[in-house]
Protein backbone atom coordinates (compact mmCIF):
# COMPACT_ATOMS: atom_id res chain seq x y z
CA UNK A 1 0.00 0.00 0.00
CA UNK A 2 2.56 2.23 0.81
CA UNK A 3 4.38 1.25 -2.35
CA UNK A 4 1.33 2.23 -4.29
CA UNK A 5 0.75 5.39 -2.68
CA UNK A 6 4.46 6.34 -3.59
CA UNK A 7 4.28 5.84 -7.39
CA UNK A 8 0.89 7.75 -7.38
CA UNK A 9 2.50 10.58 -5.76
CA UNK A 10 5.59 10.29 -8.29
CA UNK A 11 2.92 10.12 -11.18
CA UNK A 12 1.33 13.49 -10.33
CA UNK A 13 4.41 14.93 -10.39
CA UNK A 14 5.81 14.25 -13.87
CA UNK A 15 2.27 14.73 -15.29
CA UNK A 16 3.25 18.31 -13.32
CA UNK A 17 5.85 18.59 -15.52
CA UNK A 18 4.02 17.59 -18.49
CA UNK A 19 2.38 20.24 -21.09
CA UNK A 20 -1.70 20.64 -20.89
CA UNK A 21 -2.50 19.99 -24.93
CA UNK A 22 -6.03 18.85 -25.15
CA UNK A 23 -8.09 20.25 -27.72
CA UNK A 24 -10.39 22.75 -25.42
CA UNK A 25 -6.56 24.45 -24.17
CA UNK A 26 -5.08 24.45 -27.98
CA UNK A 27 -8.09 25.93 -30.08
CA UNK A 28 -8.19 29.69 -29.98
CA UNK A 29 -9.80 32.34 -32.71
CA UNK A 30 -6.84 33.09 -35.51
CA UNK A 31 -5.19 35.89 -35.82
CA UNK A 32 -6.53 38.10 -38.90
CA UNK A 33 -4.43 40.71 -40.28
CA UNK A 34 -4.79 43.28 -42.92
CA UNK A 35 -2.06 43.05 -44.98
CA UNK A 36 -1.95 45.96 -47.79
CA UNK A 37 -1.52 45.04 -51.08
CA UNK A 38 -0.63 47.40 -54.48
CA UNK A 39 -3.68 49.02 -55.53
CA UNK A 40 -2.40 48.84 -59.34
CA UNK A 41 -5.78 50.56 -60.61
CA UNK A 42 -5.85 53.58 -58.39
CA UNK A 43 -2.51 54.55 -58.92
CA UNK A 44 -1.85 54.00 -62.16
CA UNK A 45 -5.33 56.29 -62.43
CA UNK A 46 -3.52 58.73 -60.17
CA UNK A 47 -0.30 58.81 -61.90
CA UNK A 48 -1.60 58.62 -65.21
CA UNK A 49 -3.92 61.43 -65.06
CA UNK A 50 -1.51 63.96 -63.42
CA UNK A 51 0.94 62.76 -65.99
CA UNK A 52 -1.39 63.43 -69.09
CA UNK A 53 -2.91 66.55 -67.35
CA UNK A 54 0.47 67.82 -67.29
CA UNK A 55 1.05 67.12 -70.46
CA UNK A 56 -2.06 68.17 -72.01
CA UNK A 57 -1.26 71.81 -70.02
CA UNK A 58 2.44 71.51 -71.51
CA UNK A 59 1.07 71.04 -74.94
CA UNK A 60 -1.19 73.57 -74.82
CA UNK A 61 1.63 76.62 -73.31
CA UNK A 62 4.08 75.11 -75.99
CA UNK A 63 0.92 75.91 -78.90
CA UNK A 64 -0.16 79.43 -77.16
CA UNK A 65 3.58 80.35 -77.25
CA UNK A 66 3.80 79.48 -80.36
CA UNK A 67 0.66 81.06 -81.38
CA UNK A 68 1.93 84.06 -79.83
CA UNK A 69 5.38 83.55 -81.45
CA UNK A 70 3.95 83.80 -84.47
CA UNK A 71 2.16 86.70 -84.40
CA UNK A 72 4.82 88.57 -82.86
CA UNK A 73 6.61 87.70 -86.18
CA UNK A 74 3.90 88.80 -88.03
CA UNK A 75 3.79 91.80 -86.41
CA UNK A 76 7.78 92.88 -86.67
CA UNK A 77 7.48 91.82 -90.63
CA UNK A 78 4.80 94.07 -90.89
CA UNK A 79 6.53 97.00 -88.88
CA UNK A 80 9.91 95.94 -90.78
CA UNK A 81 8.00 96.52 -94.23
CA UNK A 82 6.37 99.74 -92.55
CA UNK A 83 9.27 101.23 -91.85
CA UNK A 84 11.30 100.13 -94.84
CA UNK A 85 7.80 101.58 -97.32
CA UNK A 86 8.57 105.24 -94.98
CA UNK A 87 12.26 105.12 -95.71
CA UNK A 88 11.69 104.04 -99.48
CA UNK A 89 9.11 107.34 -99.40
CA UNK A 90 11.93 109.43 -97.54
CA UNK A 91 14.27 108.09 -99.55
CA UNK A 92 12.36 108.63 -103.04
CA UNK A 93 11.28 111.86 -102.17
CA UNK A 94 14.55 113.33 -101.50
CA UNK A 95 16.24 111.68 -104.49
CA UNK A 96 14.02 113.13 -106.64
CA UNK A 97 14.79 116.65 -104.91
CA UNK A 98 18.59 115.82 -105.36
CA UNK A 99 17.76 114.96 -109.36
CA UNK A 100 15.21 117.68 -109.26
CA UNK A 101 18.89 120.22 -108.20
CA UNK A 102 20.76 118.84 -110.78
CA UNK A 103 19.07 118.84 -113.24
CA UNK A 104 18.21 122.58 -112.41
CA UNK A 105 21.94 123.29 -112.40
CA UNK A 106 22.51 121.95 -115.40
CA UNK A 107 19.97 123.70 -116.78
CA UNK A 108 21.02 127.06 -114.23
CA UNK A 109 25.33 126.06 -116.09
CA UNK A 110 23.55 125.97 -119.88
CA UNK A 111 21.44 129.50 -119.23
CA UNK A 112 24.39 131.02 -117.60
CA UNK A 113 26.21 129.89 -120.94
CA UNK A 114 24.09 131.44 -123.48
CA UNK A 115 23.93 134.69 -120.90
CA UNK A 116 27.46 134.81 -120.79
CA UNK A 117 27.60 133.91 -124.69
CA UNK A 118 25.54 137.34 -125.60
CA UNK A 119 26.31 139.79 -122.77
CA UNK A 120 29.75 139.23 -121.42
CA UNK A 121 31.97 140.33 -123.55
CA UNK A 122 29.92 143.33 -125.16
CA UNK A 123 28.14 144.60 -121.29
CA UNK A 124 29.42 142.41 -118.30
CA UNK A 125 33.14 142.88 -119.24
CA UNK A 126 33.83 146.24 -119.53
CA UNK A 127 31.56 146.89 -116.87
CA UNK A 128 33.57 144.78 -114.72
CA UNK A 129 36.91 146.78 -115.47
CA UNK A 130 35.24 149.45 -114.50
CA UNK A 131 34.44 148.01 -111.10
CA UNK A 132 37.62 146.89 -110.35
CA UNK A 133 38.51 150.71 -109.46
CA UNK A 134 35.87 150.34 -106.66
CA UNK A 135 37.67 148.74 -103.02
CA UNK A 136 35.95 146.89 -100.74
CA UNK A 137 38.78 146.83 -98.66
CA UNK A 138 37.32 149.36 -95.99
CA UNK A 139 33.89 147.97 -95.73
CA UNK A 140 35.63 144.26 -95.18
CA UNK A 141 37.41 146.10 -92.46
CA UNK A 142 34.51 147.34 -90.65
CA UNK A 143 33.03 144.13 -91.08
CA UNK A 144 35.19 143.10 -88.07
CA UNK A 145 34.10 145.24 -85.72
CA UNK A 146 30.85 146.99 -86.59
CA UNK A 147 28.13 145.34 -88.65
CA UNK A 148 25.95 148.08 -89.53
CA UNK A 149 28.93 150.71 -90.43
CA UNK A 150 29.79 147.80 -92.72
CA UNK A 151 26.35 147.45 -94.40
CA UNK A 152 26.61 151.36 -94.64
CA UNK A 153 29.83 150.95 -96.30
CA UNK A 154 28.26 147.91 -98.99
CA UNK A 155 25.59 150.26 -99.65
CA UNK A 156 27.77 153.03 -100.39
CA UNK A 157 29.39 150.74 -103.10
CA UNK A 158 26.27 149.71 -104.34
CA UNK A 159 25.35 153.31 -105.38
CA UNK A 160 28.52 154.02 -106.71
CA UNK A 161 28.29 150.49 -108.84
CA UNK A 162 24.89 151.72 -110.00
CA UNK A 163 26.77 155.39 -110.69
CA UNK A 164 28.97 153.82 -113.33
CA UNK A 165 28.71 153.93 -116.94
CA UNK A 166 26.91 150.73 -118.44
CA UNK A 167 24.89 149.68 -115.51
CA UNK A 168 21.49 150.94 -116.93
CA UNK A 169 22.04 149.71 -120.49
CA UNK A 170 23.47 145.97 -118.33
CA UNK A 171 20.66 146.15 -116.08
CA UNK A 172 18.37 146.45 -119.39
CA UNK A 173 19.60 143.69 -121.50
CA UNK A 174 19.89 141.45 -118.37
CA UNK A 175 16.31 142.32 -117.59
CA UNK A 176 15.11 141.64 -121.06
CA UNK A 177 17.16 138.32 -121.55
CA UNK A 178 15.48 136.82 -118.50
CA UNK A 179 11.86 137.74 -118.83
CA UNK A 180 8.98 135.36 -119.10
CA UNK A 181 11.95 132.74 -118.17
CA UNK A 182 11.91 130.41 -114.84
CA UNK A 183 14.80 132.77 -113.50
CA UNK A 184 13.67 135.40 -110.56
CA UNK A 185 17.27 136.43 -110.20
CA UNK A 186 20.60 137.14 -111.41
CA UNK A 187 23.93 138.22 -110.05
CA UNK A 188 27.49 139.33 -111.49
CA UNK A 189 30.67 138.70 -109.11
CA UNK A 190 34.06 139.36 -109.65
CA UNK A 191 36.60 137.16 -108.18
CA UNK A 192 36.96 139.26 -105.04
CA UNK A 193 33.80 138.19 -104.14
CA UNK A 194 32.03 141.97 -104.66
CA UNK A 195 28.50 141.56 -106.08
CA UNK A 196 29.09 143.74 -108.87
CA UNK A 197 25.48 143.48 -110.34
CA UNK A 198 22.15 141.99 -108.99
CA UNK A 199 18.49 142.24 -110.89
CA UNK A 200 17.68 142.75 -107.19
CA UNK A 201 19.66 146.20 -107.09
CA UNK A 202 19.68 146.45 -102.88
CA UNK A 203 22.28 143.94 -103.24
CA UNK A 204 24.43 145.16 -105.38
CA UNK A 205 28.04 145.56 -103.22
CA UNK A 206 27.81 142.79 -101.21
CA UNK A 207 30.84 140.76 -100.04
CA UNK A 208 29.95 137.31 -100.67
CA UNK A 209 33.69 136.39 -100.14
CA UNK A 210 32.70 134.26 -97.05
CA UNK A 211 30.26 132.26 -98.93
CA UNK A 212 30.98 128.59 -99.58
CA UNK A 213 28.72 128.55 -102.71
CA UNK A 214 30.27 131.58 -104.53
CA UNK A 215 34.11 130.23 -103.30
CA UNK A 216 32.56 126.79 -105.09
CA UNK A 217 32.45 128.31 -108.13
CA UNK A 218 35.30 130.96 -107.84
CA UNK A 219 37.28 127.44 -107.66
CA UNK A 220 35.54 126.35 -110.58
CA UNK A 221 32.77 124.02 -109.63
CA UNK A 222 29.24 124.70 -109.69
CA UNK A 223 27.35 124.57 -106.28
CA UNK A 224 23.25 125.03 -106.09
CA UNK A 225 20.75 124.60 -103.01
CA UNK A 226 17.11 124.07 -102.51
CA UNK A 227 15.63 127.34 -100.93
CA UNK A 228 12.31 127.91 -99.95
CA UNK A 229 11.20 131.51 -99.74
CA UNK A 230 7.99 133.58 -98.64
CA UNK A 231 8.86 136.39 -99.81
CA UNK A 232 11.35 136.98 -103.09
CA UNK A 233 11.62 139.73 -105.19
CA UNK A 234 12.33 139.00 -109.45
CA UNK A 235 12.15 140.57 -112.38
CA UNK A 236 8.36 140.15 -112.11
CA UNK A 237 8.10 142.15 -109.08
CA UNK A 238 7.80 140.35 -105.39
CA UNK A 239 6.66 137.02 -105.60
CA UNK A 240 5.29 134.75 -102.67
CA UNK A 241 6.14 131.19 -101.50
CA UNK A 242 8.09 129.83 -103.88
CA UNK A 243 10.74 127.28 -103.57
CA UNK A 244 13.92 128.27 -105.61
CA UNK A 245 16.84 126.61 -106.60
CA UNK A 246 19.60 129.08 -106.26
CA UNK A 247 23.25 127.86 -108.80
CA UNK A 248 26.60 129.84 -108.16
CA UNK A 249 28.02 128.87 -111.59
CA UNK A 250 31.92 129.89 -112.84
CA UNK A 251 32.06 132.12 -116.08
CA UNK A 252 35.26 130.80 -118.07
CA UNK A 253 37.06 132.88 -121.09
CA UNK A 254 40.14 133.03 -122.74
CA UNK A 255 42.36 130.56 -124.66
CA UNK A 256 42.86 128.81 -120.89
CA UNK A 257 39.54 128.67 -119.89
CA UNK A 258 40.39 130.37 -116.80
CA UNK A 259 37.42 131.34 -114.20
CA UNK A 260 36.83 135.40 -114.62
CA UNK A 261 33.90 135.61 -112.70
CA UNK A 262 31.03 134.26 -111.30
CA UNK A 263 27.45 134.08 -112.02
CA UNK A 264 24.45 133.78 -109.34
CA UNK A 265 21.15 132.53 -110.76
CA UNK A 266 18.02 132.04 -109.18
CA UNK A 267 15.57 129.44 -110.55
CA UNK A 268 11.72 129.19 -109.92
CA UNK A 269 10.81 125.36 -109.51
CA UNK A 270 7.42 124.90 -107.08
CA UNK A 271 5.71 123.33 -110.13
CA UNK A 272 8.18 120.93 -110.60
CA UNK A 273 8.85 120.49 -106.31
CA UNK A 274 4.64 120.35 -106.17
CA UNK A 275 4.61 117.52 -108.75
CA UNK A 276 7.53 115.63 -106.83
CA UNK A 277 5.41 116.28 -103.00
CA UNK A 278 2.21 114.81 -105.00
CA UNK A 279 3.71 111.64 -106.25
CA UNK A 280 5.61 111.35 -102.83
CA UNK A 281 1.95 111.69 -101.57
CA UNK A 282 0.31 109.16 -103.74
CA UNK A 283 3.50 106.96 -102.74
CA UNK A 284 2.69 107.61 -99.82
CA UNK A 285 -1.03 106.33 -100.33
CA UNK A 286 0.36 103.21 -102.40
CA UNK A 287 2.41 102.25 -99.12
CA UNK A 288 -0.12 102.91 -96.68
CA UNK A 289 -2.80 100.46 -99.29
CA UNK A 290 -0.43 97.83 -99.04
CA UNK A 291 0.34 97.85 -95.59
CA UNK A 292 -2.97 97.65 -94.64
CA UNK A 293 -2.86 94.61 -97.16
CA UNK A 294 -0.10 93.14 -95.50
CA UNK A 295 -1.52 93.84 -91.99
CA UNK A 296 -4.84 92.16 -93.01
CA UNK A 297 -3.17 89.48 -94.54
CA UNK A 298 -1.04 88.77 -91.37
CA UNK A 299 -4.19 89.09 -89.07
CA UNK A 300 -5.33 86.29 -91.46
CA UNK A 301 -2.44 84.23 -91.41
CA UNK A 302 -2.31 84.55 -87.41
CA UNK A 303 -6.34 83.32 -87.21
CA UNK A 304 -5.51 80.81 -89.59
CA UNK A 305 -2.64 79.40 -87.74
CA UNK A 306 -4.74 80.29 -84.16
CA UNK A 307 -7.12 77.46 -85.69
CA UNK A 308 -5.15 75.11 -86.97
CA UNK A 309 -3.34 75.20 -83.64
CA UNK A 310 -6.73 74.59 -82.15
CA UNK A 311 -7.43 71.75 -84.01
CA UNK A 312 -3.86 70.24 -83.33
CA UNK A 313 -4.73 70.50 -79.55
CA UNK A 314 -8.29 68.96 -79.67
CA UNK A 315 -6.71 66.00 -82.01
CA UNK A 316 -3.60 65.58 -79.74
CA UNK A 317 -5.90 65.81 -76.29
CA UNK A 318 -8.58 63.18 -78.29
CA UNK A 319 -5.82 60.84 -78.89
CA UNK A 320 -4.39 61.43 -75.01
CA UNK A 321 -7.72 61.08 -73.66
CA UNK A 322 -8.49 58.02 -75.61
CA UNK A 323 -4.58 56.53 -75.02
CA UNK A 324 -5.66 57.43 -71.40
CA UNK A 325 -9.11 55.02 -71.99
CA UNK A 326 -7.37 52.40 -73.62
CA UNK A 327 -4.74 52.46 -70.53
CA UNK A 328 -7.36 52.61 -68.33
CA UNK A 329 -9.06 49.43 -69.79
CA UNK A 330 -5.74 47.49 -69.73
CA UNK A 331 -4.95 48.47 -66.31
CA UNK A 332 -8.21 47.65 -65.24
CA UNK A 333 -8.35 44.01 -66.67
CA UNK A 334 -4.60 43.91 -65.09
CA UNK A 335 -5.66 44.74 -61.60
CA UNK A 336 -8.55 42.26 -62.24
CA UNK A 337 -5.64 39.43 -62.68
CA UNK A 338 -3.84 41.04 -59.71
CA UNK A 339 -6.70 40.61 -57.59
CA UNK A 340 -7.57 37.41 -58.73
CA UNK A 341 -3.91 35.97 -58.61
CA UNK A 342 -3.73 37.60 -54.82
CA UNK A 343 -6.98 36.07 -53.94
CA UNK A 344 -5.80 32.50 -54.74
CA UNK A 345 -2.53 33.36 -53.29
CA UNK A 346 -4.26 34.16 -49.96
CA UNK A 347 -6.49 30.99 -50.94
CA UNK A 348 -3.23 29.47 -51.48
CA UNK A 349 -1.50 30.95 -47.86
CA UNK A 350 -4.50 30.05 -45.76
CA UNK A 351 -5.03 26.78 -46.93
CA UNK A 352 -1.41 26.59 -46.05
CA UNK A 353 -1.98 27.68 -42.74
CA UNK A 354 -4.80 25.87 -41.93
CA UNK A 355 -2.98 22.66 -42.56
CA UNK A 356 -0.31 24.34 -40.56
CA UNK A 357 -2.72 23.91 -38.09
CA UNK A 358 -4.41 21.07 -38.91
CA UNK A 359 -1.25 19.33 -38.49
CA UNK A 360 -0.14 20.95 -35.07
CA UNK A 361 -3.33 20.39 -33.69
CA UNK A 362 -2.88 16.61 -34.72
CA UNK A 363 0.40 16.38 -33.52
CA UNK A 364 -0.58 18.58 -29.83
CA UNK A 365 -3.05 15.88 -29.74
CA UNK A 366 -0.62 13.09 -30.18
CA UNK A 367 1.71 14.41 -27.75
CA UNK A 368 -1.06 14.44 -25.42
CA UNK A 369 -2.35 11.04 -25.56
CA UNK A 370 1.35 9.88 -25.76
CA UNK A 371 2.42 12.06 -22.63
CA UNK A 372 -0.92 10.75 -20.99
CA UNK A 373 -0.93 7.28 -21.60
CA UNK A 374 3.04 6.50 -21.00
CA UNK A 375 3.05 8.73 -18.42
CA UNK A 376 1.80 6.28 -15.67
CA UNK A 377 3.78 3.38 -16.96
CA UNK A 378 7.06 6.20 -16.78
CA UNK A 379 6.17 6.85 -13.21
CA UNK A 380 5.68 3.15 -12.20
CA UNK A 381 8.83 2.51 -13.89
CA UNK A 382 10.63 5.29 -12.60
CA UNK A 383 9.80 4.68 -8.93
CA UNK A 384 10.34 1.07 -8.88
CA UNK A 385 13.69 1.70 -10.21
CA UNK A 386 14.51 4.28 -7.07
CA UNK A 387 12.91 1.46 -5.01
CA UNK A 388 15.30 -1.26 -6.14
CA UNK A 389 18.02 1.56 -6.06
CA UNK A 390 17.11 1.85 -2.33
CA UNK A 391 16.61 -1.86 -1.55
CA UNK A 392 20.22 -3.05 -3.23
CA UNK A 393 21.82 -0.46 -1.79
CA UNK A 394 24.99 -2.71 -1.26
CA UNK A 395 24.79 -4.57 -5.07
CA UNK A 396 26.47 -1.84 -6.88
CA UNK A 397 25.66 -3.69 -10.96
CA UNK A 398 22.19 -3.46 -9.32
CA UNK A 399 22.11 0.79 -8.51
CA UNK A 400 23.72 1.05 -11.81
CA UNK A 401 20.90 -0.32 -13.24
CA UNK A 402 18.42 1.38 -11.44
CA UNK A 403 19.86 4.87 -12.18
CA UNK A 404 19.63 3.88 -15.80
CA UNK A 405 16.35 2.95 -15.43
CA UNK A 406 15.55 6.71 -13.30
CA UNK A 407 17.51 8.05 -16.26
CA UNK A 408 16.42 7.00 -19.49
CA UNK A 409 12.73 7.63 -17.80
CA UNK A 410 13.69 11.07 -17.08
CA UNK A 411 14.65 11.24 -20.90
CA UNK A 412 11.61 9.76 -22.22
CA UNK A 413 10.08 12.86 -20.19
CA UNK A 414 12.01 15.49 -21.40
CA UNK A 415 11.65 14.12 -25.10
CA UNK A 416 7.73 13.98 -24.57
CA UNK A 417 8.13 17.89 -22.90
CA UNK A 418 9.98 18.98 -26.01
CA UNK A 419 7.57 17.31 -28.44
CA UNK A 420 4.54 18.61 -26.72
CA UNK A 421 6.00 22.66 -26.45
CA UNK A 422 6.69 22.12 -30.18
CA UNK A 423 3.02 20.81 -31.32
CA UNK A 424 1.35 23.79 -29.41
CA UNK A 425 -0.79 25.63 -31.08
CA UNK A 426 -1.58 29.06 -30.45
CA UNK A 427 -2.50 31.65 -32.74
CA UNK A 428 -2.71 34.74 -30.07
CA UNK A 429 0.33 37.20 -29.02
CA UNK A 430 2.71 35.70 -26.18
CA UNK A 431 5.07 37.83 -24.47
CA UNK A 432 8.17 35.05 -24.70
CA UNK A 433 11.14 34.63 -25.43
CA UNK A 434 12.44 33.58 -29.35
CA UNK A 435 15.11 30.68 -27.70
CA UNK A 436 13.08 27.97 -26.72
CA UNK A 437 10.56 28.41 -29.86
CA UNK A 438 13.72 28.07 -32.13
CA UNK A 439 15.21 25.28 -29.96
CA UNK A 440 11.54 23.41 -30.18
CA UNK A 441 11.84 23.72 -34.08
CA UNK A 442 15.31 22.17 -34.22
CA UNK A 443 14.51 19.36 -32.21
CA UNK A 444 11.31 18.06 -33.65
CA UNK A 445 13.48 18.66 -37.68
CA UNK A 446 16.07 16.58 -36.16
CA UNK A 447 13.33 13.40 -35.42
CA UNK A 448 12.30 14.28 -39.62
CA UNK A 449 14.22 11.54 -41.94
CA UNK A 450 13.45 13.74 -44.68
CA UNK A 451 15.19 16.66 -43.67
CA UNK A 452 18.52 15.59 -43.71
CA UNK A 453 20.66 18.77 -43.11
CA UNK A 454 22.08 18.76 -39.92
CA UNK A 455 21.05 21.89 -37.72
CA UNK A 456 23.24 24.15 -35.22
CA UNK A 457 21.57 26.05 -32.86
CA UNK A 458 23.19 29.11 -31.13
CA UNK A 459 20.89 30.33 -28.95
CA UNK A 460 22.13 34.11 -27.93
CA UNK A 461 21.78 35.39 -24.16
CA UNK A 462 20.00 38.14 -22.19
CA UNK A 463 17.60 38.80 -25.53
CA UNK A 464 14.52 41.14 -24.82
CA UNK A 465 11.52 38.81 -24.43
CA UNK A 466 9.03 39.59 -27.96
CA UNK A 467 4.88 39.84 -28.02
CA UNK A 468 4.48 37.74 -30.73
CA UNK A 469 2.50 34.44 -31.85
CA UNK A 470 4.75 31.90 -31.32
CA UNK A 471 2.74 29.28 -33.74
CA UNK A 472 3.98 32.39 -36.44
CA UNK A 473 7.44 32.16 -35.90
CA UNK A 474 7.18 27.97 -36.24
CA UNK A 475 5.50 28.49 -39.24
CA UNK A 476 7.88 30.64 -40.69
CA UNK A 477 11.19 27.90 -39.49
CA UNK A 478 9.23 25.30 -40.90
CA UNK A 479 8.61 26.35 -44.68
CA UNK A 480 12.35 28.33 -44.65
CA UNK A 481 14.52 25.57 -43.47
CA UNK A 482 13.39 22.68 -46.07
CA UNK A 483 14.21 25.09 -48.87
CA UNK A 484 18.02 25.06 -47.66
CA UNK A 485 20.62 22.44 -48.82
CA UNK A 486 23.79 22.00 -46.21
CA UNK A 487 24.96 22.56 -43.06
CA UNK A 488 22.35 25.15 -41.30
CA UNK A 489 23.38 26.94 -38.35
CA UNK A 490 21.09 29.33 -36.69
CA UNK A 491 22.13 32.05 -34.37
CA UNK A 492 20.33 34.46 -32.09
CA UNK A 493 21.23 37.97 -30.93
CA UNK A 494 19.73 41.60 -30.17
CA UNK A 495 19.84 44.44 -32.69
CA UNK A 496 18.53 47.74 -33.00
CA UNK A 497 14.63 47.11 -33.68
CA UNK A 498 14.72 43.75 -31.05
CA UNK A 499 15.96 40.17 -31.51
CA UNK A 500 17.81 39.17 -34.60
CA UNK A 501 17.49 36.02 -36.00
CA UNK A 502 20.01 34.70 -38.36
CA UNK A 503 19.90 31.16 -40.54
CA UNK A 504 23.25 30.56 -42.09
CA UNK A 505 24.03 28.01 -44.35
CA UNK A 506 27.61 26.52 -44.67
CA UNK A 507 27.90 24.85 -47.90
CA UNK A 508 29.89 24.18 -50.98
CA UNK A 509 27.09 24.16 -53.65
CA UNK A 510 24.18 26.95 -53.73
CA UNK A 511 22.73 26.58 -56.63
CA UNK A 512 19.06 25.56 -56.68
CA UNK A 513 17.37 23.27 -59.45
CA UNK A 514 14.17 24.71 -61.06
CA UNK A 515 11.69 22.68 -58.52
CA UNK A 516 13.83 23.68 -55.20
CA UNK A 517 13.36 27.27 -56.79
CA UNK A 518 9.72 26.87 -56.89
CA UNK A 519 9.62 25.94 -53.61
CA UNK A 520 11.44 28.28 -51.94
CA UNK A 521 9.51 31.02 -54.02
CA UNK A 522 6.39 29.72 -53.03
CA UNK A 523 7.01 29.01 -49.25
CA UNK A 524 8.93 32.70 -49.09
CA UNK A 525 5.36 34.20 -49.76
CA UNK A 526 4.13 32.48 -45.94
CA UNK A 527 7.39 33.83 -44.61
CA UNK A 528 6.85 36.93 -45.87
CA UNK A 529 3.33 37.28 -44.45
CA UNK A 530 4.41 35.85 -40.91
CA UNK A 531 6.96 38.10 -40.72
CA UNK A 532 4.80 40.87 -41.60
CA UNK A 533 1.99 39.54 -38.88
CA UNK A 534 4.33 39.96 -36.56
CA UNK A 535 5.81 43.18 -37.23
CA UNK A 536 9.11 41.44 -38.74
CA UNK A 537 11.58 42.37 -41.74
CA UNK A 538 13.67 39.91 -43.56
CA UNK A 539 17.06 40.34 -45.34
CA UNK A 540 18.42 37.81 -47.81
CA UNK A 541 22.44 37.75 -48.36
CA UNK A 542 23.90 37.33 -51.90
CA UNK A 543 22.86 33.57 -53.38
CA UNK A 544 20.62 33.07 -50.70
CA UNK A 545 23.36 31.63 -48.07
CA UNK A 546 22.20 33.77 -45.49
CA UNK A 547 19.08 35.08 -43.55
CA UNK A 548 18.41 37.75 -41.10
CA UNK A 549 15.17 37.84 -39.36
CA UNK A 550 14.18 40.70 -36.79
CA UNK A 551 11.75 40.87 -34.68
CA UNK A 552 10.44 43.72 -32.65
CA UNK A 553 11.26 43.39 -28.95
CA UNK A 554 8.36 44.77 -26.16
CA UNK A 555 9.85 45.59 -22.21
CA UNK A 556 7.39 44.72 -19.61
CA UNK A 557 7.80 45.22 -16.09
CA UNK A 558 7.76 41.49 -15.19
CA UNK A 559 9.81 40.57 -18.20
CA UNK A 560 12.94 38.52 -16.96
CA UNK A 561 15.57 40.74 -17.81
Known sequence: MRLFTRIRARQRGFQ?????????????????TNRPHFR????????????FTIVGAALYVMERSELAFFADVQEGQSRLFREAQSELSVETEQTARRSLIKAQEAANVNLTHLFANSLWDSHIAPFLARAQAISPDRCRALASNDTEAAQACQGEIGLRLKSLPGFADLDQ???????NSTVFKIKVFDLRGLTIYSSDHRQIGEDKRANAGWRSAAGGRAASELTHRDHFSSF?????????????????????????GVFEIYADVTPLLEQITLSSEQLARLIAANQGKIEQTAKRDVDMVAEKSGDLLRVVGGMLVLLFITLMVIVRRGQAIIDAQRAVQERSIAQEHLWHREK?????????????????ALTIIASLG???????DGDSEAAEAADSIQEQSRR????TRQISAFATVSDRPEYTSVNPVIEAVCYFFSFDRRFRRPI??????????????????????????PTLSGRIVIETGPCSKGVRIRVRVETDDMALGPEEDSLRASRMEIVAQRLGDMGGTLAVGEQGSLFDIELPAVMREDSPH
Open 16 to 32: AMSLDLSPAATASKPVL
Open 40 to 51: LLRYFSIAALLS
Open 173 to 179: RAIATMR
Open 236 to 260: EGVVENRDLISSYIPVRRGKDNEVV
Open 360 to 376: MAAMSALAANVSHDTGN
Open 386 to 392: QQLADKL
Open 412 to 415: IFRM
Open 456 to 481: EFRPGEQLPWCDLVPDFLKEVLMNLL
